[in-house]
């Protein structure tokens, strides 16, 4: 049974606009800051609120975190190397506090959620002076005055973990692609993952909340709306659902709409049906496997077959002719076989994806997986993550050679990095495309004639001025 929200009061939301106002009149305040962000869209995002909280307290994005008075990481726990990257690049800040030593650094996200690690994180990095969890996001401005008021270092993390915050201020990293968050956290208590012992158990935002960001979105120009939750198939709030939520997203007229992350498991005939019968959702679905064998996934506690991800894959194409599909793999879960391990490699060949996120398994502490005998020496992940990447590639240019004299309809995101005298940017199926084209092209959709491929990009002509 779902957990109700809690939604912050409006006493609690006042409480935190008079915090920034007095940290903006604070004579100690950063006048500059940096955020260092790591893993997924939802960090991304959460990145995107910290910047305009810390706009709205008068100081301006420093370019460099070299150049800031406040740095802030916000990082993820999903993997190991995740958390071992954060922290050589906050350590890396020492150094540099020597030479300002009004340099404040902050620490908050996933990694700083999990249980006892903030305080571990203040006790080991003493030159880090906050540390803030995923639920303590809002009390940004709050923690920053008392930080500068009383000159003491600050833990937060809190276990209120079914709250949700409207109405915070937003500093959009893109004007013409936007991330909405439609839900936070996660039931599914895959084996392996952490997520739903940082991000908490699901709870979704009201529907009516939601349109009203996306329609102020695309009234400031706004082309593409992703939509972000760690399982959006499971959206709702009694009689609302995620298909009913697209279904009036798609009538609003949102230009271009995406979605992530779907579970597998609660892909339903429905969802599939409004996405066959939209005008504006892009035809492109993210569908994380993780593995091609069933012993794998039932110790994974993904609750569904090979054979079943199969029937929706059908079902998918059936419904939707050449829509792309993506997934997450991962290689050396405890105990995996060589030929569990085959099974992988052939489920690639047989959906035929444009691409796929793969991983090396990481045992998380607090996790049912971490517990498990079977662990794969270093040297044979190694060898099957190369493979499997091997594997993938293949999948890729085969799906490439289909749009091969097709036509996308290509988002412009910004000129080529390798040609100034080219433009690049996302067809409907999330796949770069590449031409001819200038700075005045960015923001646009244009339809683009495809003519030739490169590694894990497509090339092409325009097919109008």
Known sequence: MKQPPIFLTPQQMEEEKQAMKAVAAHPARPATYHIVTYGCQMNAHDSEKLAGMLSGMGMAEAGDRRDADLVIFNTCCVRDNAE??????????????????????????????????????????RFIDLAFGTHNLHQLPSLLYTLLEQNRRLVSVSDQENLIVEDLPVKRLCKHHAYITIMYGCDNFCSYCIVPYVRGRE???????????????????????????????????????????????????????????????????????????????????????????????????????????????????????GIGLTTDLIVSFPGETEAQFEDTCSLVREVGYDSAFTFIYSPRIGTRAAQMDGRIAPEESTRRITRLIQEVEASTARAHQTLLGATEQVLV????????????????????????????DIGKVIPVHITSLAVNTLRGERTER
């Open 413 to 440: 995101e910004g000129l080529s990095k390798r040609d100034n005298g080219m433009v690049s940017g996302k067809g409907t199926r999330n796949i770069t495309v590449t031409f001819e084209g200038t700075a005045e």
């Open 203 to 321: 709870r979704s935002r009201r529907m009516d909340d939601i349109l009203r960001e996306a329609d102020q979105l695309v009234s400031s120009g706004v082309q593409e709306i992703m939509l972000l939750g760690q399982n959006v198939n499971s959206y709702g709030n009694g009689c609302e659902t995620f298909p009913e939520l697209l279904r009036r997203l798609d009538q609003m007229g949102v230009p271009r709409i995406r979605f992530m992350t779907s579970h597998p498991k609660d892909l339903s005939d429905e969802l599939i049906e409004v996405m066959a019968g939209s005008r504006h959702i892009c035809n492109h679905l993210h569908l994380p496997v993780q593995s091609g064998n069933n012993e794998i996934l039932e110790q994974m506690n993904r609750r569904y077959t090979r054979e079943e991800y199969l029937r929706k894959v059908e079902k998918l194409r059936s419904a939707i002719p």
């Open 84 to 125: 071992r990257r954060a922290l050589g690049n906050v350590t890396w800040l020492k150094e540099l506090k020597k030479d300002k030593p009004n340099l404040i650094i902050g620490v908050c996200g996933c990694m700083v959620q999990q249980p006892e690690m903030a305080e571990k994180i203040l006790k080991q990095y």
